[in-house]
């Protein structure tokens, strides 16, 4: 009989145990949601996609200054490392014999910083931007700027240094990335297979070209198959 009191009891404690434990992870749920509801209240709303997103954390008052983000689509030190950095390479690399330079547009700090030092180094040299033919693509990267309203223009994309701007389709793309993987059996993605496909197609038959091969194949694997042809 005795046992039989100790363990009512003990169930009795452990029932009060388990309706503790419930009441205080309610209260957590309701303090969590009412986080939530205050963070997306605090969200404007954006037509500005994943930068949109950012700017909302970063400038947020219910984050508390948490977050900062370096703005790659408006620092002007993106142009300034590829104009310390990447222009300078290029022009050692071709010994100063260079022609045509292409380059995809996405935040314009690639194209703006190398643009910027070979014509400084020979005005001659022409820029050439590759977009995507339309708005909505499969060329993760890139972004087409013609007919983009001034609030999206990336910010810190020079557009007098563009030469010329080439509109490249996704399936130009993704057959220009196959055929330089079967024929040099070199895996680029498909934003440099716009860059291949637009140099290609540009009229530079005299002269020295190159182009940044941005990305290669690994994360584009199953988007690649439906453009192979057995």
């Known amino acids: 009989m005795s046992s039989v009191m100790q363990g009512s009891r003990s169930i009795s404690q452990g029932s009060d145990n388990l309706a503790q434990r419930t009441e205080h992870q309610a209260a957590s749920l309701e303090e969590t949601a009412a986080a939530i509801a205050e963070l997306t209240s605090s969200f404007r709303t954006t037509s500005e996609g994943a930068r949109g997103v950012v700017k909302s954390m970063v400038e947020s008052d219910a984050y508390n200054g948490k977050y900062v983000s370096p703005n790659q689509y408006e620092s002007e030190l993106n142009v300034a490392a590829h104009y310390c950095t990447t222009g300078p390479e290029i022009w050692r690399q071709t010994n100063g014999e260079i022609d045509y330079f292409f380059a995809g547009i996405g935040t314009g700090g690639t194209i ?70 079967r024929t040099e059996g070199i895996m680029v993605g498909p934003t440099t297979g716009a860059l291949l496909h637009a140099a290609r197609q540009f009229d530079n038959t005299m002269g020295k070209a190159v182009l940044i091969s941005a990305d290669n194949a690994a994360k584009y694997v199953s988007t690649y198959a439906k453009y192979l042809e057995i």
């Open 112 to 181: 703006s910083g190398v643009g910027q030092y070979l014509k400084e180094k020979n005005p001659n040299v022409k820029i050439i931007g590759v977009e995507p033919a339309t708005r909505h693509h499969s060329l993760s990267g890139l972004k087409r700027i013609t007919g983009l309203p001034d609030e999206h223009f990336p910010k810190i994309l020079d557009r007098n240094l563009l030469d010329d701007l080439i509109s490249v389709t996704d399936e130009e793309a993704y057959k220009a990335g196959i055929e330089v993987a």
